[in-house]
């Protein structure tokens, strides 16, 4: 015995009309029925999705390449598949199973990108909440070969941003050539990635500096495992803080997760000899500008890291589910999605807002009946 669901032909959606336009809230935007799904799509009936930054540089189009229109945005959904597209072969998944939409949602699995598991750069890759409509709807199509299983272990709201906040910053530590007991430092450590990346910095074996503004901020990081604290708006000399907060000569690496070109400024500056600059966050028109001597002189690499592949994504998920990373989260209905991209932009949001999307369900039946996962 399987599970099938009655899917409503409408449905509550977050729609941003025109590029750069206003935020709409809508009831009668169409879902994609089972029938229309195309073979290797499948349809996902959402139970939560976290709101990442990306979301509102999104919505405000401020990246070189611009969003679909009209765009629902989000990639940091939880929910059940509810329909497979007809035809659709050697399907990974199933009708009924628990799986996560991330930023990736399609990618051709065949190209030299994809064969080396940088799927994430796939010249055919299609992007949640940017190129194909995302999860701040109700319902969202994606893609059998790129939905993440969710462990049964770990709760669906809990889930929702490790799907982009989480994989990426264990990806980007991963790829910080850093190892056991060095010095890491995360500017942006109060925000969603941020306070992901000092736990998952943490369960790796680093010590972290974290590098935020505000009381509230502090005391997150500090009670995540962040050794040290640097206030960026506070410090007089932030080159000096954290090298001093490291015994002196600067970390090993630094995971740059704050959405403002300052935050980049100093980092050839403050890094150890042979460090690492991972670059992570996305300002809107952002350009690295840094010292090319010191930059040679002192062996500094410089790594542009994006989101992650499937194979991260269940990695981050798995040390999720061990309880060795916890999104910290404060959940909120569909409706609250505009303010939450205000206070994104204000710097207020202490770790994630995510969005309880069952709230807003119009039809909520579903029942148990013959199998349907063709
Ligand atoms: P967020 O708004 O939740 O967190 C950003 C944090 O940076 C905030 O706490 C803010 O107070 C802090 N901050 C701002 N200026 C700072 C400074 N000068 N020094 C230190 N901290 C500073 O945002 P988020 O959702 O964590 O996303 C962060 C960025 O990462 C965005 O640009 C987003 O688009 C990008 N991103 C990139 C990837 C990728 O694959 N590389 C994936 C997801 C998100
Ligand atoms: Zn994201």
């Known amino acids: 015995m399987s599970t099938s669901y009655t899917i409503p032909k409408t449905q509550k959606a977050a729609v941003v009309e025109s590029v750069g336009g206003t935020l709409q809230i809508k009831d009668d935007y169409p879902v994609k029925q089972a029938s229309e799904l195309a073979p290797g799509e499948c349809l996902v009936k959402l139970e939560f999705t976290g709101v990442c930054h990306t979301d509102l540089h999104a919505a405000k189009n401020d990246w070189p390449v611009p969003a679909k229109t009209p765009l629902i945005g989000g990639h940091e959904g939880v929910g059940h598949i509810v329909a497979i597209g007809e035809h659709t072969q050697d399907s990974p998944v199933k009708v009924g199973d628990r799986v996560g939409i991330k930023w990736l949602a399609y990618s051709c699995l065949e190209c030299e990108q994809c064969r080396k598991g940088n799927e994430q750069v796939c010249v055919k890759g299609k992007y949640s909440g940017f190129s194909v409509d995302g999860t701040f ?43 056991i007991g060095d010095w890491i430092v995360l500017p942006g450590a109060g925000g969603g990635l941020g306070h992901l990346a000092i736990q998952y910095a943490v369960a790796m074996g680093l010590r972290v500096v974290a590098v ?5 901020k502090r005391d997150l990081c500090l009670k995540l495992g962040a050794e040290k604290w640097v206030d960026f708006k506070e410090t ?13 000569a600067g970390p090993h ?13 100093q980092a050839i500056d403050y890094l150890r000899p042979g460090g690492t600059l991972m670059v992570v966050s996305l300002p809107g028109q952002g350009k690295l500008s840094c010292d090319i001597f010191f930059t040679v002189t002192k062996a500094i690499s ?18 999720a589910a061990r309880g ?17 991209y205000e206070g994104l932009e204000e710097g207020t949001v202490v770790g994630r807002v995510v969005l309880d999307m069952k709230q807003t369900l119009v039809y ?10 063709s």
């Not at 935020?212 to 509230?216: H, I, L, P």
Request: glycine share 6%; net charge negative; charged share 20%.
């Open 137 to 179: 709807s109700q319902y969202v199509v994606s893609w059998v070969s790129h939905v993440t299983p969710i462990p049964a272990n770990l709760d669906s709201a809990e889930a929702a941003s490790i799907l982009c906040a989480g994989i990426t910053v264990y990806r980007a530590i991963k790829h910080s050539q850093t190892h």
């Open 212 to 216: 935020d503004t505000g009381a509230e």
């Open 236 to 248: 007089k000399d932030l080159v000096k803080d954290i090298k001093d907060a490291t015994g002196g």
């Open 253 to 265: 690496s630094t995971i740059i997760t704050a959405a403002s070109n300052a935050a980049y400024e």
């Open 302 to 319: 410089i790594l542009g890291s994006y989101v992650g592949n499937r194979q991260d994504a269940i990695e981050s998920l798995d040390i």
């Open 324 to 340: 060795k990373v916890k999104c910290y989260y404060t959940l909120k209905p569909l409706s609250a999605l505009q303010e939450t």
């Open 364 to 373: 909520h039946f579903w029942v148990f009946s013959s199998r349907h996962d």
